[in-house]
């Protein structure tokens, strides 16, 4: 059963930096895209930045110059890295894996982790 563990949540202040981590097993890590997406109370899932299977990437502009989504192949991990955190970054952060092939689409999500900004 495939897996992805998400990590590096918590509690920050305004302006503070936090690392997310997500580690995927039993998949083919490296054909999938990767991405992190969140969701605050009351409020829709939404994008926030994603990375292919080649290191393309994207970001959604709220996070644009202060997120960076990274992957490692290899350790079969991705992470984002939370910059100049701002109270409205509050939510619960989910990565996701992605592969779409002419036929068929393979998603799997994680369990999310919470991160919380504020003073």
């Known amino acids: 059963q495939v897996q992805l563990v998400e990590s590096g949540g918590g509690s920050v202040q305004p302006g503070g930096s936090l690392r997310l981590s997500c580690a995927a097993s039993r998949i083919s890590f490296h054909i999938y895209a990767m991405s992190w997406y969140r969701q605050a109370p009351g409020k829709q899932r939404e994008l926030v930045a994603g990375?292919?299977?080649?290191?393309?990437?994207n970001y959604t502009d709220s996070v644009k110059e202060r997120f960076t989504i990274s992957r490692d192949n290899t350790k079969r991990t991705v992470w984002l890295q939370m910059n100049s955190l701002k109270p409205e970054d509050t939510a619960v952060y989910y990565c996701?894996?992605?592969?779409?092939?002419?036929?068929?689409?393979?998603?799997?999500w994680g369990r999310g982790t919470q991160v919380t900004v504020s003073s």
């Open positions: 996701n894996a992605r592969f779409v092939t002419s036929y068929d689409q393979y998603d799997y």
């Open positions: 990375i292919s299977s080649g290191g393309s990437t």
